[in-house]
């Protein structure tokens, strides 16, 4: 297993006050590929994370830019009273914490995975 910050750009960013997208970009087509084949990143996912219904996740992909985006509403508004994160940058944490199964294991050199906690 590794860790999808460990594989991808993983960033969060407001989509306007009610919603919050997420991105996740690969730097190479063939790790992209190995993760949308396991297809451990999907709308269920988002829900599960951030607690909103699979209805409420605006999922897509793009395979020409080895990315997948996931838009879902916001808890509260962007800059409402209680709201802790008001450019919605640091929701991406959670998604990045997923852990990703590759073949060959987690230092494969194949894939040009390291792991960061050796």
Request: charged content about 25%; proline content about 5%.
């Amino acid at each position: 297993m590794v860790k999808l910050r460990d594989i991808a750009i993983v960033r969060s960013k407001n989509a306007g006050p009610y919603e919050i997208c997420f991105d996740i970009m690969f730097n190479t087509p063939e790790i992209y590929a190995l993760v949308k084949d396991v297809d451990i990143i999907n709308s269920a996912l988002f829900a599960k994370l951030y607690n909103v219904s699979e209805n409420e996740c605006l999922f897509s992909i793009y395979d020409k830019g080895w990315a997948i985006k996931c838009t879902v509403a916001r808890v509260l508004p962007s800059g409402h009273f209680g709201d802790s994160d008001v450019y919605g940058s640091q929701q991406s944490i959670p998604l990045g914490d997923v852990d990703v199964p590759l073949p060959g294991g987690v230092d494969s050199e194949e894939y040009g995975v390291t792991n960061r906690e050796q």
